[in-house]
């Protein structure tokens, strides 16, 4: 029941695939700024390998200000500032990879 | 590997000297430390590159956070974990490090994730 976050391009960092090394069933995974590039259906082979049991999240506002509104992979749900908030309540704990 | 139910977690990821955020950490540690808060360490990626020995920082004018580290467990801070595939992909033997530490695979940095009480992410 850990809530990732990840703001580093995958293309540029290391950071998703730590996080993928580290993530459990009950997890989520929560893309913002550069992270969101991750959630492009171009890089989805990565993250869509990852078990139902981890919900995935990318942050509307980012995903927006970079363009990427048509090429998200249908594995993440788009969520707003506010849902970030629940979700952190939600989850007990935060893991951010930056 | 026996953390304790309230134990904090503290991932280190970032070499020691490229920019501020391992001495930040370190210096985090050593404050929640002096709290006697129950703490765990765990090194991964680059973060592993902060217990390599002769570390030398005089060229650079940097605090030499290697001559820290070795002191935690006077604090009482004495569980150091680090990943394998870290080590393995930088060619580093956990027994060269400055700090007495234990191994784990990634099913064991799962559960030591999942069994800390909270994280503070470096």
Not at chain 1, 15 to 29: G, K, P, V
Not at chain 1, 32 to 55: F, K, S, W
Not at chain 2, 11 to 25: D, F, L, S
Not at chain 2, 60 to 70: E, N
Request: hydrophobic share 40%; glycine share 4%; with cysteine.
């Amino acid at each position: 029941m850990i809530l990732h976050t990840v703001n580093k391009s995958p293309h540029t960092s290391n950071c998703l695939q730590s996080c993928l090394r580290t993530l459990s069933d009950q997890d989520a995974l929560l893309l913002i700024e550069d992270g969101v590039y991750a959630a492009d259906n171009h890089y989805a082979n990565q993250t869509e390998a990852l078990g139902e049991e981890i919900t995935l999240y990318v942050l509307k506002a980012d995903v927006d200000a970079r363009g990427l509104q048509n090429r998200l992979s249908s594995r993440f749900q788009v969520i707003d500032d506010a849902a970030f908030v629940d979700l952190c309540v939600q989850y007990p704990k935060t893991q951010s990879w930056y | 590997m026996s953390t304790t139910a309230k134990n904090i977690l503290a991932v280190m990821r970032t070499g020691p000297y490229g920019n501020q955020t391992a001495k930040e950490a370190l210096d985090a540690v050593l404050t929640a430390a002096a709290f006697e808060l129950p703490l765990s360490l765990l090194f991964m990626d680059d973060g592993v590159f902060q217990l390599l020995p002769q570390q030398d920082t005089q060229g650079i004018g940097a605090k030499d956070l290697s001559a820290t580290l070795p002191v935690l467990p006077m604090y009482d801070v004495e569980r150091f974990y680090v990943e394998q595939s870290s080590l393995e992909s930088r060619g580093i033997n956990s027994a060269e490090l400055i700090l007495p530490v234990e191994v784990l695979d990634s099913e064991q940095v799962k559960v030591l994730f999942a069994e800390s009480a909270s994280i503070l992410s470096f």
